[in-house]
Each structure stands twice: as C-alpha cells, then as structure tokens.
C-alpha cells in the first residue's frame, strides 16, 4: 500500500485538500474525517489484471493508497465536498469550530469520475449530490 501524497489548501471558510490516486474508480475511494479531527484518505484498486500479462518494467504502481492526517482547525465532516477525477481525489471541508465527524463515499458521474456533494455556495449552504446534479442539469438546460 503507498502512501498518498497531499497538497493542503485553505481560505477563510474552507478547507482543502488534493491527493492524486490514479488508477481508481470512485466506488474505490473512501474519505474519514474523525471526531478527533483526522482526515483518512483510502482507495483500494479492484480487478487488476494479475497473471494475463508479463511485466518488462515497472518503474511506477498503481493503488492502493492510505493517507492519514490531522486537521489543522475543526471542519464539518458532513457539509464536505468530494470529488475524484483526472486521478486526483479533492476534498474540501467547510471550518467549524468543532469536527463534525463522517464516511463519505463518492457516487459515479462517469466511468472514472465521482463526487459526493455535501454543501454549495457561498455562504456554505447543504445539499446532496442529487440535488447539486439536478441544478447542474436545469442550468445546462436553460443555457
């Protein structure tokens, strides 16, 4: 299992962070954050294709990958916003004063794309994924 490496992001009212995880499909990937202010990122690559094809090289790996880390500052665990494409896994929590802990799984939106929406906009207001790919449509359809 490899270690994901992580670029961390912040703003006034969120918190960011963005680890690439090529390879994955978004039922693969899992996000924590715990009451006790941990950010787990893990995503298991499933149906590799052991045993059909001999390996020449391989300088570089695919999956599994596990990150743990502490939360600089509170977050809302379940206004979080995930998202996974292009092999790179987004999460982006609003601050709060205490962690509101979750488990947040992603939904396919395409093949090797998947988000799971927990808020929208400015100021940070609840949503679900639905909902945020239901506006999406109506907006594209009035467009």
Wanted: charged letters at 25%; aromatic letters at 2%; hydrophobic letters at 35%.
């Amino acid at each position: 299992m490899q270690q994901a490496l992580v670029n961390v992001y912040r703003t006034d009212d969120r918190l960011m962070v963005a680890a690439p995880m090529p390879g994955l499909e978004p039922e693969n990937i899992s996000v924590e954050i715990t009451a006790d202010g941990r950010l787990i990122l893990h995503g298991e690559l499933r149906g590799r294709l052991t045993g059909e094809k001999e390996v020449l090289s391989e300088e570089w790996v695919v999956g599994d990958y596990h990150r743990e880390l502490e939360l600089p500052m509170g977050v809302d665990g379940e206004l979080t916003n995930v998202t996974y494409g292009n092999g790179v896994l987004v999460v982006v929590m609003p601050v709060a004063e205490r962690t509101r802990p979750a488990r947040l799984t992603l939904e396919a939106v395409e093949p090797i794309k998947g988000q799971r929406v927990g808020s929208a906009g400015h100021p940070i207001t609840p949503t679900t994924t639905e909902e945020h790919r239901r506006a999406q449509m109506a907006r594209q359809a009035h467009r």
